[in-house]
């Protein structure tokens, strides 16, 4: 039998955290959400509508996969999600084109994935399987994929991890919120405070002590809190920070086997959809665009009409650009469309309305972007989420084991199962 516990701290007023206050404050227990930003949200950032021309995301913004908790949500909330609709451009020496140069060899990784009975990196995968010149295209591919969409080191990947996302079927496709993650986000902070929900802002969590009655968590300004459990849902770059019970050192040290990659997403707002008004080809069903730039994805926000190109850069290649500021990263991102659609800069720079670059790895309170598995992902999710009922539990994206690592899915999934855990209603 679970212990009662009726005063529970969440540090981190993310998805994980705000779903895990939400779950708990409707059970009727006491919930003090600690949050070292001024908002909510944590790699959620909505931006105000007056600069895009929409509630823009500087951070998540597409829902992955068939996502229950997330779609749930909405449905609660009364709010819908739009198909993401349009066509998947490449650039192939200066070539616009709808073909992939490697669809005409996924066959063939799919037959070589199909057959690995022991889980390597993808560094592996490529050198033993795809060394050949004739594979070109698909290193490239599958680098991009690894690099861009799990914003993963291919030297650390888990391949095991990646073939069923890349060959796992039908688990529902792509969409966004209409409105954004904002709406979804103030759904979840509003019914918090109904329910009584404590925000404390600007708490920089420095410590968690176990204590007689509980638990006492120090912020950086001196304030002190105390509850009868707490549930950590930092980021996990972000755990070495905090000085935490000295039981829970191994669970910190098998942090250390889940990939964290960085992302830099800018958000380029033109006068008009210039893209659309070229003569050939004809790009006016433009969703993404793939190259080999220096900003090498790019995404629009078709079937809306917003002049807005959404910039992205993740991964290891992030490391190049970390020494720029946000003018310099909005510069390169001009460069990067001048060359994938061969328009002078100073044609771009004159018909910019609104700008942002955000770099991941320079907020502090995120050091990076999102989660992903390396071979030994699956035994430290292990070890972080064991919980022997001491004072302190880790929830967040980092944990969830589903296809979907890394998104908001998985935050919302991984917060959720934690305050069950402490309702009793979940593995103890």
């Known amino acids: 039998m679970v212990e009662r516990r009726d005063h529970i701290i969440i540090v981190g007023a993310g998805a994980a955290g705000l779903m895990a206050a939400r779950e708990l404050s409707r059970a009727g ?7 070292s930003r001024e908002r909510c949200g944590g790699r959620i950032h909505p931006l105000a509508e007056s600069v895009f021309g929409y509630r823009a995301d ?17 449905a609660e909330a009364g709010l819908s999600a739009q198909p993401i609709e349009g066509e998947r451009w490449h650039v192939e020496n200066g070539v616009l084109s ?17 057959t690995l009975d022991e889980d390597i990196t993808v560094t592996m995968l490529l050198e033993k399987h795809f060394a050949g010149a004739e594979f070109t295209d698909l290193r490239e591919s599958v680098l991009g994929m690894v690099q861009g969409y799990d914003a993963a080191d291919p030297d650390l990947a888990s391949v095991f991890a990646l073939r069923e996302e890349w060959m796992g079927g039908d688990h529902g496709g792509q969409a966004r919120i209409v409105g954004g993650y904002g709406v979804l986000l103030d759904h979840l902070v509003a019914e918090c405070r109904a329910r009584g929900v404590s925000f404390a802002f600007q708490s920089v969590v420095t410590a968690i002590e176990g204590a007689a009655e509980g638990a006492i968590v120090r912020c950086a300004d001196g304030r002190t809190h105390r509850g009868d459990v707490v549930i950590l849902t930092v980021p996990l770059p972000l755990l070495q920070t905090i000085a935490l019970p000295a039981a829970m050192q191994g669970q910190v040290a098998a942090a250390a086997d889940i990939g964290f990659g960085n992302v830099i997403k800018l958000l380029l707002r033109f006068e008009r959809r210039w893209w659309t008004a070229m003569l050939a080809p004809d790009l006016s069903d433009m969703l993404f665009m793939l190259s080999d730039a220096a900003v090498p994805v790019w995404w629009t926000q078709h079937p809306n009409d917003h002049a807005v190109l959404t910039g992205w ?19 390169a991102g ?10 002078p800069v100073t044609v771009l720079r004159p018909a910019l309305v ?4 955000f770099d991941w790895a320079k907020d502090p309170f995120a050091r990076g972007a999102y989660s992903y598995a390396t071979l030994a992902t699956r035994d430290a999710q292990d070890v972080l989420t064991r919980w022997e009922g001491g004072p302190v539990l880790i ?13 908001v899915e998985a935050a919302l999934a991984s917060g959720l199962a934690t305050a069950r855990r402490i309702l009793g209603q979940g593995p103890a």
């Open 29 to 35: 227990r006491k919930v003090t959400l600690l949050e």
């Open 58 to 74: 500087a951070g998540a913004e597409f829902i992955h996969g068939e996502a229950p908790v997330t779609y749930q949500l909405l």
């Open 98 to 114: 709808r073909n992939d140069p490697a669809d005409r060899q996924i066959g063939r990784l799919h037959e070589v994935l199909a």
């Open 313 to 331: 850069l993740a991964g290891p290649p992030t490391h190049d650009f970390a020494a720029l500021d946000e003018t310099t990263l909005i510069e």
């Open 334 to 343: 001009l460069a990067a469309l001048g060359d994938i659609f061969a328009k």
């Open 354 to 357: 609104a700008a942002h670059a």
């Open 395 to 407: 929830s967040g994206e980092a944990l969830y084991r589903g296809r979907d690592m890394g998104t």
